[in-house]
């Protein structure tokens, strides 16, 4: 009797070392959902990238990870040839699909800038507003749509720096 109760515990504290990690995780992530779900008033779901809330008014899905362009981002929407992601989300509601994209990129604003007016126009986009400007660090924005998407391109650099960064914002319907 002695022995199996030996057995038993020693089996017990290697499921312990071993498994302990993956049960603290799963729990620490259902007592968040719960909370966030009281929050919101409504269902919270963390899955490894993704958050989803489900409430009566619909439901949203945002995905993230830093270094990747979201999977479903439209491929119709340019991205220049050279570029680093700094951040990416994507937000799902049973709406619209919205994407939140910053880049750097090697090249001068002016350049990126030009480059994505031609895209654009190329593209079939309308160009609904562009600004360019130049002073203690260069800036640039464009605001287009296309069929069912709006979005906006930002563009600057600090004085001095080498970089351009490229914040995008893209909506889909």
Do not use: H
């Not at 126009?121 to 160009?127: L, N, Q, Y």
């Not at 605001?143 to 001095?160: F, H, I, P, W």
């Amino acid at each position: 009797m002695k022995r199996a109760l030996a057995v038993v515990v020693v089996l017990g504290l290697l499921f312990g070392l071993v498994g302990c990690k993956s049960i603290e995780e799963k729990i620490g992530e259902k007592v968040g959902e719960e909370i966030a779900g009281g929050i919101v008033g409504g269902d919270v779901d963390v899955d490894d990238d993704s958050v989803t809330i489900e409430t009566d008014d619909g439901t949203v899905t945002m995905q993230g990870d830093a270094t990747e362009i979201p999977e479903d981002f439209p491929g119709e929407f340019p991205l220049p040839d050279e570029f680093e992601v700094d951040s990416a989300t994507s937000m799902k509601t049973d709406v619209d699909s919205s994407f939140y994209v910053n880049l750097f990129s090697p090249e001068s604003v002016k350049d990126i800038y030009e480059w994505y007016k031609a895209e654009f126009t190329d593209g079939g986009w309308e160009i609904t507003s562009d600004v360019l400007m130049s002073g203690d660090g260069d800036s640039g924005m464009l605001a287009v749509k296309k069929d069912t998407m709006e979005g906006t391109v930002s563009l600057y650099t600090e004085e001095g720096s080498e970089q351009t960064e490229i914040g995008i914002i893209l909506i889909v319907k």
